[in-house]
């Protein structure tokens, strides 16, 4: 007996009248997070916004010091701010090598994980995790003391290498984050394989295909949606670099107040100049929104070929 069109159409009415029965439970199930989203994400954005459109003003030398409206006045200093610029090129060189290293070691140990071949997969998968469970302020206290000539137990390398010099300071806190979030992009990455169906690989067997072929013609491919991810959180996480560089502060000399984006805008706001911070901040975010939204269409036009 086959139904015909009229009676396989989904009761459109119903569901309405469903619809508008439940819309109180709908609107208190989602009032909490729409509260917290507005106070705590909104709010400031609006807030940071406005505030980089003021300006202070005084009446002479000594008068007294007024905040107005004035537009584009801050953005005009932030163009002109040569150090905030360098510091956007140097997170930008930081990221162009430390993110693609992070993230192959990621998927390469991800994939060990899912290996057949592989014995100890639980205590594998715990010391992989394990660096991102430290604090990173504490891991780059811990680092910054292994790379101090004075206090490293490798006082043969670190003596004859600077590694808190200018030229590699960065590259050292590049380690840092390396260390810290190999294990946290690793797990994306394989729970990502674990949801592949094992029919793939069965019949990948068959074929006669060795795991070394199934790993990079199957398991990568499938996965790339994952690696993506972990590239944008990547990228917004470079841009936002601030707690590793602040620590190493305390260790080398070759890292200012404006080593970074954040750190600058830090500094600048415990002047205190908080609408030239705030100026700061709103460049920052539209830098960061417009390099992971390119970063995000881009690999899903690869995934779309």
């Known amino acids: 007996m086959t139904t015909s069109p009229a009676l396989a159409r989904p009761p459109v009415v119903a569901t309405r009248r469903s619809t508008r029965r439940y819309r109180g439970a709908i609107a208190f199930f989602i009032a909490p997070f729409g509260l917290l989203f507005v106070a705590f994400y909104v709010v400031p954005i609006l807030t940071a916004i406005w505030q980089s459109t003021l300006t202070v003003e005084r009446e002479g030398t000594f008068g007294a010091a007024r905040t107005v409206f004035g537009g584009f006045v801050q953005y005009q200093q932030v163009v002109e701010d040569d150090a905030f610029w360098r510091s956007i090129g140097r997170v ?3 990221g162009v090598v ?3 290293v992070m993230l192959g070691l990621a998927l390469l140990f991800a994939l060990l994980l899912d290996s057949p071949l592989v014995r100890g997969k639980k205590f594998f998968r715990l010391a992989y995790f394990v660096p991102y469970a430290v604090p990173g302020v504490i891991a780059a206290i811990m680092w910054g003391f292994l790379y101090s000539p004075q206090l490293s137990p490798f006082t043969a390398l670190t003596s004859n290498v600077p590694i808190l010099g200018a030229d590699l300071v960065l590259w050292a806190i590049a380690n840092v984050v390396t260390w810290v979030y190999v294990g946290y992009n690793m797990l994306i990455i394989y729970s990502a394989l674990l949801a592949i169906p094992s029919e793939v690989y069965e019949a990948a067997v ?17 996965v790339m949606p994952a690696i993506s991810l972990t590239a944008i959180f990547s990228i917004i996480g470079t841009l936002q670099l601030l707690a590793e560089p602040q620590v190493f502060r305390s260790f080398s000399s070759a890292v200012t107040s404006t080593f970074t984006p954040n750190m600058t805008i830090y500094s600048t ?4 100049n908080t609408s030239l911070a705030a100026a700061f901040s709103v460049v920052l975010a539209l830098m960061t929104f417009v390099l992971s939204f390119g970063f995000l269409k881009f690999s899903q036009r690869r995934e779309a070929r």
């Open 269 to 272: 706001s415990s002047v205190p």
């Open 92 to 94: 930008l060189a930081f």
């Open 206 to 222: 068959l074929d006669g295909a060795s795991q070394t072929r199934i790993a990079l013609s199957i398991k990568v491919p499938m």
């Open 98 to 100: 430390q993110v693609p």
